[in-house]
């Protein structure tokens, strides 16, 4: 069940990087591809007490290769996006200089190497000529060589389990030397977590400068001066409609709990899986957003087993309840027949023992990708998100379909 849902949520953004034939205009505009191999230096944030009490040294390397592709036609959500860079790859992490150690323990622990393949975006915020400027997302599936073994070893908080979920967030500067290479420097944010699918599930972050290279297989001439480049009209982000929807969506949320590990320090913790419904009013007010508001209900299959925990540690005088009924903000980025969503929301009811009352907060918050199917005309939806608290602390990973019903239409331009 844990592998299934990771399998499950590499698949999304995949199905949405395929060529699209709506609100396409025919150009002689071609397809573009290319392939990269990039480099990166970075710093392993120490996240939480234990990792701060026994990392002590932090360096991680990054190989990535990608291939990428710029589809043609003239979408109109290229020209939204300023005609963004797709891509799909494979990146390896060295994090054998990664010291961990307990004072206490007898020998250190490792988290060894990682392997990731993933698929993304390259948005382009400026571009002039040879340079241009932008940020990319990639998120996929990354396999670890070592994780927590309360055996041998017993530090390495980190990484829980053999298969993770991987998100890069970065900032880059490219510079064309010609018409087949290029070049850009840029800073990478990665993150690695589990959802909560296993314990511990500290996760690794990491944050470090980005060296690529890239070669165009089609080839690409450089813009020459006075060059007006067409996708820098941004009339395709406008809709001639814009829909206020009903979102509906429902699900499974898999989770295992802190709880059990804080008590039993195992890697072989029981995996809870729990429904929950979603409903929120939107408006979609250009191409590639929508807005709106959100209410969550989530049946908890396991208050119980916290109970127990709980009174194990003597810790009394706490309530527990099977029902969690949240309220919320939600906002949409959408490309094609992929989109991003993320949301921030308050619990209005909750009762979870020691932990939800004492660390875990009264707000939570969730992102993931979801593929609209186009013989809906993208009103049916699959898709993941992660449930957070704190920002930082995942609750559980949810794999959800959905489906957007149209109630208004609000003309303009």
Known sequence: MRHLFLVLLLMTPLLGLRADDGDTIKTADAAHYAVSISANESYLIPKGSHNQRVMHSYGVTYIDARFQWRPGGYNAYDR?????????????????HVKIQDPDAPAPSHVGHEWALFAGMQYDIWRKRRWRAGVNLQNGVAWFSRRYDENNNADNQLVGSPLSVFIDLGAYLSYRLSSRWEVSAGW???????????????????IGATVRVAYNITDDPIEPKGYKDPYKDRSGLRLPERPVYLEFSA?????TLTDQFNYYHSNSNTLY????????PMWRYSRIMASGVEMDYIYANYPGHIRKYDELNERYGYKYSHNVLGLGLRHEFFYR??????????????????SASNSEGNS???????YSLPCTQDRLFI????????????????????????????KGC
């Not at 939204?80 to 054998?96: H, I, K, M, Q, V």
């Not at 699900?251 to 989770?255: D, H, S, V």
């Not at 939570?364 to 979801?370: A, E």
């Not at 998100?385 to 930082?392: I, P």
């Open 80 to 96: 939204a996006y300023n005609r963004p860079t797709l891509e799909a790859g494979l990146l390896y992490g060295d994090f054998s």
């Open 273 to 280: 899986v729990s429904p929950f419904v979603m409903l929120a």
């Open 188 to 206: 990478d944010f990665k993150h690695v977590s589990n959802g909560t699918l296993e314990r511990p599930n500290l996760g690794a972050n990491t």
């Open 251 to 255: 699900g499974l949320g898999a989770n």
């Open 383 to 410: 898709g993941y998100q992660v449930k957070a608290h704190n920002f930082s602390k995942a609750d559980c990973m949810q794999m959800s379909i959905g489906y957007r019903l149209p109630i208004l239409k609000i």
């Open 337 to 354: 027949h992929l989109s991003l969503h993320m949301g921030i929301g308050w619990y209005v009811y909750r009762k979870m023992g020691y």
């Open 364 to 370: 939570y918050q969730t992102i993931g990708f979801r």
